[in-house]
C-alpha cells in the first residue's frame, strides 16, 4: 500500500508539472540550430597567395636550378595560388 500511494504521489507532482512547465522546460523543444555563417577567411587566402607568389620568384631568381626546373616550379606555384583563389570564390559564392 505505501508504494501504491508513493506512485500516486509522483504521477500526480508530474502531471501536475507539466502543466504548469512550459515545454521548453519540459524538454519537449529542443534549441534551435545556429545558422552557419559564413567565416571570412580572405585575409588568409591573400596571405598563402602571396607567400606562393613570392617563393615562385625566389625560386626564379636565385637560379641554382636548370631553367627548366625554375620554370615549372614557378609556373606551378603561381598557379597553386590562382588555384587557391578560384576555390576560395567558388566556396564564397555557392549557396
Known amino acids: 500500500m505505501k508504494v501504491e500511494k508513493e ?10 508539472s507539466s502543466s504548469q512547465a512550459s515545454p521548453n522546460q519540459r524538454g519537449l523543444l529542443l534549441p534551435a540550430a545556429k545558422e552557419a555563417k559564413p ?4 585575409d588568409l ?3 598563402l597567395a602571396a607567400v606562393l607568389v613570392i617563393t615562385g620568384v625566389g625560386v626564379n631568381s636565385i637560379r641554382q636550378m636548370p631553367d627548366e626546373y625554375a620554370k615549372s616550379l614557378r609556373d606551378g606555384l603561381v598557379g597553386s595560388a590562382a ?5 576560395y570564390a567558388i566556396g564564397r559564392f555557392r549557396p
Open 7 to 16: 506512485l500516486e504521489r509522483l504521477e500526480r507532482e508530474i502531471s501536475g
Open 39 to 42: 567565416r571570412n577567411r580572405f
Open 83 to 87: 588555384g587557391l583563389f578560384a576555390g
Open 45 to 47: 587566402v591573400l596571405a
